[in-house]
Protein backbone atom coordinates (compact mmCIF):
# COMPACT_ATOMS: atom_id res chain seq x y z
CA UNK A 1 0.00 0.00 0.00
CA UNK A 2 1.24 3.74 -0.39
CA UNK A 3 2.67 4.57 3.14
CA UNK A 4 5.72 7.30 3.64
CA UNK A 5 7.31 7.04 7.15
CA UNK A 6 9.73 9.61 8.94
CA UNK A 7 10.67 9.99 12.45
CA UNK A 8 9.03 12.45 14.48
CA UNK A 9 11.30 14.40 16.08
CA UNK A 10 14.84 15.48 15.79
CA UNK A 11 16.75 18.29 17.90
CA UNK A 12 20.40 19.44 17.01
CA UNK A 13 22.44 22.47 18.10
CA UNK A 14 22.55 25.56 15.79
CA UNK A 15 26.09 25.37 13.52
CA UNK A 16 25.57 21.76 13.36
CA UNK A 17 24.37 19.32 10.25
CA UNK A 18 20.66 17.84 10.49
CA UNK A 19 19.80 14.69 8.86
CA UNK A 20 15.80 13.59 7.91
CA UNK A 21 15.05 10.58 7.11
CA UNK A 22 12.41 8.64 5.26
CA UNK A 23 11.37 5.66 3.44
CA UNK A 24 8.53 4.56 1.11
CA UNK A 25 6.82 2.33 -0.40
CA UNK A 26 5.98 3.28 -4.32
CA UNK A 27 9.30 1.76 -6.03
CA UNK A 28 7.10 3.54 -9.53
CA UNK A 29 7.41 7.11 -7.65
CA UNK A 30 9.01 9.60 -10.51
CA UNK A 31 9.99 12.43 -8.21
CA UNK A 32 10.29 12.71 -4.27
CA UNK A 33 9.86 15.95 -2.55
CA UNK A 34 10.78 17.85 0.46
CA UNK A 35 8.36 20.22 1.96
CA UNK A 36 8.73 22.43 5.27
CA UNK A 37 5.96 24.19 7.24
CA UNK A 38 6.67 26.53 9.72
CA UNK A 39 3.63 26.70 12.82
CA UNK A 40 0.30 28.37 11.08
CA UNK A 41 1.26 28.09 7.66
CA UNK A 42 1.32 26.08 4.36
CA UNK A 43 3.93 23.93 2.74
CA UNK A 44 6.85 25.50 1.39
CA UNK A 45 8.67 23.33 -1.63
CA UNK A 46 12.58 22.98 -0.51
CA UNK A 47 13.88 20.50 -2.73
CA UNK A 48 12.96 17.36 -4.89
CA UNK A 49 14.96 14.79 -6.93
CA UNK A 50 14.54 12.55 -10.11
CA UNK A 51 14.13 8.83 -9.13
CA UNK A 52 17.37 7.90 -11.35
CA UNK A 53 19.51 9.83 -9.23
CA UNK A 54 20.91 8.95 -6.06
CA UNK A 55 22.27 12.46 -4.99
CA UNK A 56 21.09 16.08 -5.39
CA UNK A 57 22.13 19.50 -3.72
CA UNK A 58 21.00 22.53 -3.32
CA UNK A 59 23.05 25.37 -1.55
CA UNK A 60 23.07 24.06 1.99
CA UNK A 61 20.53 21.39 1.08
CA UNK A 62 21.68 17.47 0.38
CA UNK A 63 19.39 14.70 -0.44
CA UNK A 64 20.33 11.20 -0.73
CA UNK A 65 18.19 8.51 -2.65
CA UNK A 66 18.63 4.82 -1.81
CA UNK A 67 16.23 3.42 -4.64
CA UNK A 68 16.92 -0.46 -3.92
CA UNK A 69 16.11 0.66 0.03
CA UNK A 70 13.40 2.94 -1.17
CA UNK A 71 14.73 5.62 1.50
CA UNK A 72 15.35 9.42 0.92
CA UNK A 73 17.45 11.57 3.40
CA UNK A 74 17.89 15.47 3.49
CA UNK A 75 20.80 17.21 5.20
CA UNK A 76 20.90 20.73 6.36
CA UNK A 77 24.30 22.01 6.78
CA UNK A 78 25.24 24.65 8.83
CA UNK A 79 21.69 24.43 10.54
CA UNK A 80 20.07 27.94 11.90
CA UNK A 81 17.34 28.36 14.37
CA UNK A 82 15.67 29.62 11.52
CA UNK A 83 15.66 26.42 10.09
CA UNK A 84 13.35 24.85 12.61
CA UNK A 85 10.09 23.51 11.31
CA UNK A 86 7.99 20.61 10.33
CA UNK A 87 9.51 18.37 7.11
CA UNK A 88 7.71 16.38 5.19
CA UNK A 89 9.37 14.21 2.44
CA UNK A 90 6.68 13.18 -0.09
CA UNK A 91 6.40 10.81 -3.23
CA UNK A 92 4.37 11.10 -6.36
CA UNK A 93 1.94 8.46 -7.29
CA UNK A 94 3.10 9.01 -10.92
CA UNK A 95 -0.20 6.42 -12.44
CA UNK A 96 -2.13 8.95 -10.21
CA UNK A 97 -2.36 12.11 -11.86
CA UNK A 98 1.03 12.90 -9.72
CA UNK A 99 -0.63 13.19 -6.33
CA UNK A 100 1.42 13.37 -3.37
CA UNK A 101 1.61 10.66 -1.05
CA UNK A 102 3.23 12.46 2.66
CA UNK A 103 5.13 11.10 5.53
CA UNK A 104 4.05 12.21 9.27
CA UNK A 105 6.43 15.15 9.41
CA UNK A 106 9.56 15.24 11.02
CA UNK A 107 9.82 18.32 13.59
CA UNK A 108 13.03 19.53 13.88
CA UNK A 109 14.13 21.70 16.74
CA UNK A 110 17.54 24.21 16.27
CA UNK A 111 19.19 25.27 19.70
CA UNK A 112 20.67 27.93 19.44
CA UNK B 1 3.48 36.03 -10.76
CA UNK B 2 0.96 35.20 -8.00
CA UNK B 3 1.16 32.07 -5.88
CA UNK B 4 -1.46 30.06 -4.42
CA UNK B 5 -3.85 32.26 -2.35
CA UNK B 6 -6.94 30.51 -0.52
CA UNK B 7 -10.21 32.14 1.47
CA UNK B 8 -11.06 32.13 4.09
CA UNK B 9 -8.51 32.21 6.68
CA UNK B 10 -9.72 30.45 9.55
CA UNK B 11 -13.71 28.83 9.60
CA UNK B 12 -15.94 27.95 12.45
CA UNK B 13 -18.96 25.57 11.72
CA UNK B 14 -20.89 23.37 13.67
CA UNK B 15 -21.92 19.70 13.01
CA UNK B 16 -24.28 18.87 10.32
CA UNK B 17 -23.61 22.47 8.40
CA UNK B 18 -21.87 22.53 5.23
CA UNK B 19 -19.07 24.84 3.82
CA UNK B 20 -17.49 25.83 0.94
CA UNK B 21 -13.33 26.33 0.71
CA UNK B 22 -12.10 28.48 -2.31
CA UNK B 23 -8.13 28.32 -3.77
CA UNK B 24 -6.85 30.34 -6.46
CA UNK B 25 -4.20 28.48 -8.29
CA UNK B 26 -1.25 30.05 -9.11
CA UNK B 27 -0.48 31.90 -12.69
CA UNK B 28 0.02 29.36 -15.51
CA UNK B 29 -0.84 26.34 -13.70
CA UNK B 30 -4.11 24.48 -14.48
CA UNK B 31 -4.51 21.73 -12.25
CA UNK B 32 -5.47 22.09 -8.30
CA UNK B 33 -5.07 19.77 -5.50
CA UNK B 34 -6.82 19.14 -1.80
CA UNK B 35 -5.20 18.09 1.11
CA UNK B 36 -6.43 17.80 4.70
CA UNK B 37 -4.26 18.02 7.35
CA UNK B 38 -5.25 16.65 10.72
CA UNK B 39 -3.66 18.57 13.83
CA UNK B 40 0.07 16.65 14.24
CA UNK B 41 -0.01 14.91 10.84
CA UNK B 42 0.90 14.90 7.31
CA UNK B 43 -1.43 16.12 4.41
CA UNK B 44 -3.87 13.84 3.24
CA UNK B 45 -5.04 14.12 -0.52
CA UNK B 46 -8.97 14.78 -1.15
CA UNK B 47 -8.65 15.06 -4.65
CA UNK B 48 -7.18 16.97 -8.19
CA UNK B 49 -8.88 18.91 -10.44
CA UNK B 50 -7.59 19.00 -14.13
CA UNK B 51 -8.85 21.50 -16.59
CA UNK B 52 -12.23 21.58 -14.50
CA UNK B 53 -12.56 17.58 -14.29
CA UNK B 54 -11.93 15.30 -11.32
CA UNK B 55 -8.43 14.04 -12.14
CA UNK B 56 -8.15 11.32 -9.10
CA UNK B 57 -9.91 10.77 -5.26
CA UNK B 58 -8.43 9.91 -2.39
CA UNK B 59 -10.34 7.56 0.45
CA UNK B 60 -12.74 10.77 1.25
CA UNK B 61 -16.66 10.23 1.16
CA UNK B 62 -19.04 11.92 -1.32
CA UNK B 63 -20.43 14.57 1.15
CA UNK B 64 -16.60 15.99 -0.23
CA UNK B 65 -16.45 17.50 -3.62
CA UNK B 66 -15.47 20.35 -5.57
CA UNK B 67 -15.24 22.05 -8.66
CA UNK B 68 -12.80 23.80 -10.76
CA UNK B 69 -13.23 26.81 -12.67
CA UNK B 70 -12.34 28.31 -16.28
CA UNK B 71 -9.80 30.57 -14.89
CA UNK B 72 -8.65 27.13 -12.89
CA UNK B 73 -10.28 28.68 -9.36
CA UNK B 74 -11.53 25.87 -7.29
CA UNK B 75 -13.57 25.29 -4.43
CA UNK B 76 -13.81 22.42 -2.12
CA UNK B 77 -17.18 21.64 -0.28
CA UNK B 78 -17.75 19.45 2.78
CA UNK B 79 -21.45 18.86 3.53
CA UNK B 80 -23.14 17.71 6.78
CA UNK B 81 -19.65 18.13 8.58
CA UNK B 82 -18.38 16.03 11.08
CA UNK B 83 -16.12 16.75 14.39
CA UNK B 84 -13.22 14.93 12.95
CA UNK B 85 -12.88 17.39 9.72
CA UNK B 86 -11.81 19.96 11.46
CA UNK B 87 -8.66 20.24 9.99
CA UNK B 88 -6.05 22.72 7.93
CA UNK B 89 -7.30 22.62 3.70
CA UNK B 90 -4.73 22.96 2.18
CA UNK B 91 -5.00 23.62 -1.66
CA UNK B 92 -1.91 22.68 -4.13
CA UNK B 93 -1.30 24.45 -7.96
CA UNK B 94 0.40 22.62 -10.67
CA UNK B 95 0.70 22.25 -14.00
CA UNK B 96 3.63 24.68 -14.85
CA UNK B 97 6.09 24.35 -17.46
CA UNK B 98 8.74 23.10 -15.58
CA UNK B 99 7.29 19.48 -16.32
CA UNK B 100 8.20 17.53 -12.84
CA UNK B 101 5.87 15.36 -11.98
CA UNK B 102 3.83 16.48 -8.71
CA UNK B 103 5.60 19.43 -8.29
CA UNK B 104 2.86 21.08 -6.49
CA UNK B 105 2.78 24.86 -5.34
CA UNK B 106 0.83 24.95 -1.95
CA UNK B 107 -0.95 27.79 -0.49
CA UNK B 108 -1.44 28.71 3.19
CA UNK B 109 -4.64 26.74 3.80
CA UNK B 110 -8.04 27.43 5.35
CA UNK B 111 -8.23 26.15 9.13
CA UNK B 112 -11.90 24.77 9.86
CA UNK B 113 -12.75 24.06 13.42
CA UNK B 114 -16.42 21.93 13.40
CA UNK B 115 -17.67 22.37 17.38
Known amino acids: GEDVEQSLFLSVREGDSSVINCTYT??????LYWYKQEPGAGLQLLTY?????DMKQDQRLTVLLNKKDKHLSLRIADTQTGDSAIYFC????????????FGQGTELSVKP | ETGVTQSPTHLIKTRGQQVTLRCSSQ?????VSWYQQALGQGPQFIFQ???????GRGNFPPRFSGLQFPNYSSELNVNALELDDSALYLC??????????????FGPGTRLTVL
Open chain 2, 49 to 55: YYREEEN
Open chain 2, 27 to 31: SGHNT
Open chain 1, 90 to 101: AESMSNQGGKLI
Open chain 1, 26 to 31: DSSSTY
Open chain 2, 92 to 105: ASSGGTSGREGEQF
Open chain 1, 49 to 53: IFSNM
